[in-house]
């Protein structure tokens, strides 16, 4: 087992600011026709959250508990990087792009040593199956990626819990620390020590009960358990009631369930519930593609702990349109794995019990349908949340940009598409690229079964 799913970084950062701060003055201050902001750090000059450009000059900014003031824009490069979840509370200008924060928070949710030889795409650190994808971001002792990552490194790890308990990195750090950290709901207690999924924690301090939330400092022992020299009880609400402006990225742990109450649905994001209605904007999918595991991000207002969406937007959002070119079908996980035809380097996953089928049925799928799919990406493989009939005969792609070389090629998915032939992009579309940034791609398939790409745009 692993970090329970209601475990997120929003709640590990609020508990750091009212810690690290003093609660009674941060959790009331400012609030009223303010904002609040929970996120990965998308860039610098001051702080990019959410599509926001909050200026910082003013803030307090607390690193797992530390805190500084008056940081200028490249000393605060060096405290905070790209991909760390944080929580930005202060005010958001009535256009959305811009706003001020008082206080940005960071807290990580685990640090401590790698159990084994990570793998292709996953490791075990203190006992949580931690997930890299093309969008993690890797610092530390020259560290650029899970392969220059061995047994018993430690790391620091920030990002999303998933509904089956797994750590989706956004922000893994190699460090030398001799002090382990982790944060998460106790699954068992035993003499003198407790669980959190498959770490057992010694402890002979305070009382600690199963399924109340506890963050532990320590150090890992031979045996690969923590002795804790602290424990402390956590809360896992959002820390405040009510925000004008509420703006939290995560991922979903339910699907968006009809409410009868407040139609047409509500679910869970993270820890968080939100409430979708008649006028919420649904950016990059539908309603009926709010699945658990999917990455999101919602906007709009709290409300007496509700946050009361604007709009949902998927984030990163997979996007296929192509003929099936084989089917792989597991009986016994109740999935099919299916490659595209031109779509060579990427797969997509099906699972008759999870994704969405709109005017097919699971059985149908064979390798003579042409399929619309959206889904979520982990490196090459897709994991389809929605499937409907498609009839066009060519091929269009949308998903996050995995490297790229200027003026010449990108590459998606494992597909490599080529700009120089049919002049698909100006000078400016590589100018402004980063890795990371949504593109969308047509082509039609030639003679060979291959894509001769057609178009390709930077998305929103």
Known sequence: MTIHTRLIALFLSLLI????????????????????????????????????????TTALINVNGQVFSN???????????????????????????????????????????????????SFIAMGQTVIVDSQTVFDGYGVTGLGDLIDADVVEVSGFVDPAGNIRA??????????HEITGQVTAIGTNQFNIGDLVVNWTGSTVTVSSFVAVKGQMNGSGQLD??????????????????????????????PDAANPPCEFTLGAQTVRVSAGTEIKGGVIADIQPGVRLEVEGALVNGTLIADKVDFEAGIELEAGVDSVTEDPVAGTKTLTLTGLAGTSVILDSVSTNFDGLTYGAINDTVYLKIRGRAL??????????????????????????????????????????????????????????????????????????????????
């Open 17 to 56: 600011v009212l810690q690290g701060c003093g609660g009674g003055t941060l959790a009331d201050g400012g609030m009223s026709g303010s904002g609040i902001s929970t996120g990965s750090v998308t860039g610098f000059g001051s702080i990019f959250v959410n599509g926001v450009e909050f200026q910082t």
């Open 71 to 121: 940081v200028d824009d490249t000393t605060l490069q060096t405290i905070l990087n790209k991909g760390m979840v944080v929580t930005v509370r202060g005010t958001i200008d009535p256009g959305g792009a811009t706003g001020i924060a008082n206080v940005v928070t960071y807290a990580r949710i685990l640090e401590g040593p790698i159990s084994g030889t990570p793998g292709a795409s």
């Open 170 to 179: 956004t922000f893994i750090e190699k460090t030398t620390s001799l002090t």
């Open 228 to 257: 804790a020299t602290s424990v402390n009880s956590i809360d896992p609400g959002f820390g405040i009631e009510d925000a004008d402006d509420a703006e939290l990225e995560g991922l979903a742990q339910t699907a968006c369930l």
């Open 379 to 460: 490196g090459n493989q897709v994991t389809a949340t929605r499937v409907e009939s498609g009839s066009r005969p060519d091929v269009r792609l949308q998903a996050p940009v995995q490297n790229f070389d200027p003026n010449v090629s990108l590459t998606v998915l494992g597909i490599t598409i080529n700009t120089v032939t049919n002049n698909l992009v100006g000078p400016q579309f590589y100018a402004n690229l980063q890795v990371g940034d949504t593109v969308g791609a047509e082509g039609i398939l030639n003679n060979s079964g291959e894509v001769d790409w057609q178009s390709v745009q930077l998305e929103e």
